[in-house]
């Protein structure tokens, strides 16, 4: 189409700290963005790649170029989903949420309204968001949670996966007792682990656990579900919006995040299908931008929970516009996604 434009760039993010899960400490993060416009009017997106999902920086920008075209009318939201699931059916979810993202912005931003008024969306307040203890050494991990909890944090997120989890629970229970505590073990438990350390999660009045278990076991998770007191939260079984169904028989809740679904109308998709088999929802992200959180943040005040703090952990975040106090965050009300580079 004449007069359009679709180019992008990498940045190399940086967390504040070393951040942990079971499978891996990074403090490094290739974020891409992405830039349409057409008629004077911009939309950006961002591809936040997950190795866990198959994606790597590398495979970003060796795919960006073969998708890209299919971004050509930003109002043809489904043609561009079909266009894109028939190159590359199943695959490379973080660039289809950049181009995504980008064709969403584009629309509101030629509307003038954010993306949630775009799609009509509830403006309710979002529900505070957890913040992330990673994975590390115990007194760091206690410190961490110690400082969280006094700068206003009144959720805290932590990792697990380790021989000392109960440890780490008990721990971070001691530094901030007032907070609603939240675990993710990061597929990282066997069975017997976890049926172990859902005992200790109920006694430290841990409010849910996100993936006990290895992706592929849903029989494993349902057997945990139908005695676990702690919420089950479906995250890295999770890859598609047809994943949903068969998850409502083994876990009491889903963990959307736009890189991993291929952007914000494949988390709405999903979102609505939990709702239909009775799923609770939590709006969560990777390590992003501040673009990529407000992408999300625009979906989160129809959800349960939010775990958007992915731009809080950064010490570089490339765009500003968020407004944080402690982990509640402010719906962007601008137009589109409601951020601007730094």
Known sequence: MAG??????????????????????????????????????????????????????????????????????????????????????????????????????WAACSAGVPVGRLLGLSPAPLPESSFTVGLGELEDMRREAREAAARGHGVLKVKLGTAQDERIVEALREEAPAAALRVDANAAWTRPQARRMLGVLDAARVELVEQPLAAGDLEGHAGLRAFSRVPLVADESLHHVSDVRALAGAFDGVNLKLAKLGGPLQALAALRL????????????????SLGIAAAAQLAGACDWADLDGALLLGDDPFTGLEWTAGQLERPTGPGWGVQRA
């Open 4 to 105: 359009v434009s679709v180019r992008w760039e990498t940045l190399e993010l940086h967390t504040a700290r070393p951040f942990g899960i079971a499978r891996w400490t990074h403090t490094s993060y290739p974020r891409t963005f992405v830039t349409f416009e057409q008629e004077g009017v911009t939309g950006r997106g961002e591809a936040a790649p997950n190795a866990f999902y198959g994606e790597t920086a590398g495979t970003v920008a060796a795919v960006l170029p073969l998708l890209a075209p299919a971004l050509t009318d930003p109002w043809d939201w489904d043609g561009l989903h079909a266009r894109m699931a028939a190159l590359m059916p199943f695959h490379h979810p973080s660039v289809k949420c950049a181009l995504e993202m980008a064709a969403v912005e």
């Open 274 to 289: 939990a709702r239909a088999h009775g799923l609770q929802v939590m709006m969560g992200c990777m390590i992003e931008s």
